[in-house]
């Protein structure tokens, strides 16, 4: 996270507010510490939970995220039960479903709650969406995977939500695997050339995969 993610996340606070958070300032010029309730607005799967922390701790160190027992309704009383199961990534939730409580200083929370709550909305709708495919190939052999095609920035972030929601990822990036598409080929001039030039010129630990239209694309592949 902090890694991949953490320079991304600071960029799109700097976005929001290069030069400060003129409203929140006028309001609120000394710190003063606050909670705010993470309730579900829509049944789904959540993604994105410690993506949503670690935006507020960027504005305030102190900041923390405490989740709550699986199933609590906001307005009902906190399960205390020990050992109760915590909402985290992956987990179905439904409407009205209190996740947790983000405390720190009023101010960090005020200023980070777009930014935070663009990343957990985007990557649970990509996880919910990727779930209801997913439960489709229940029993077959088949691996549902997604693509490089992210949003730009967004690809650290959108493809572990594919992850959570139930699929594999593909190659991340151009550097990591050979794909080789109609475009190639033809650059290549036909299956055969364009499967000996990668095999030839590509790290010996690359899959090299190729993309067919058809059945003879197939057996071309095949023989290459």
Do not use: W
């Amino acid at each position: 996270l902090k890694l991949a993610a953490e320079p991304l996340i600071m960029e799109a606070l700097r976005e929001d507010m290069n030069a400060g958070d003129l409203s929140t300032e006028a309001v609120m010029p000394e710190a003063h510490p606050a909670t705010v309730e993470l309730i579900a607005k829509q049944d789904g799967v959540i993604s994105g939970l410690d993506v949503y922390e670690r935006t507020f701790q960027l504005l305030d160190p102190e900041a923390r995220f405490v989740r709550c027992a699986r199933g609590q309704r906001a307005g009902e009383p906190e399960e205390s039960a020990p050992g109760a199961l915590l909402v985290a990534d992956g987990c179905e939730v439904r409407s009205g479903e209190l996740l947790g409580h983000m405390t720190g200083d009023a101010r960090a929370l005020l200023s980070g709650e777009r930014v935070a709550l663009n990343y957990l909305q985007r990557m649970s709708g990509i996880a919910t969406y990727t779930h209801r495919v997913a439960a489709m190939l229940e029993g077959t052999r088949t691996t549902l995977v997604d693509t490089r095609k992210t949003t730009p920035n967004m690809r650290v972030f959108e493809k572990d939500a594919v992850r959570v929601g139930g699929a594999r990822n593909h190659r991340y990036n151009l550097s990591q695997a050979v794909m080789l598409k109609d475009n190639h080929i033809d650059a290549a001039g036909g299956i055969a050339e364009a499967v000996a030039a990668a095999r030839e010129r590509a790290p010996f630990v690359c899959t090299v995969e190729v993309e067919v239209e058809s059945l003879e694309g197939v057996r071309e592949a095949v023989e290459a």
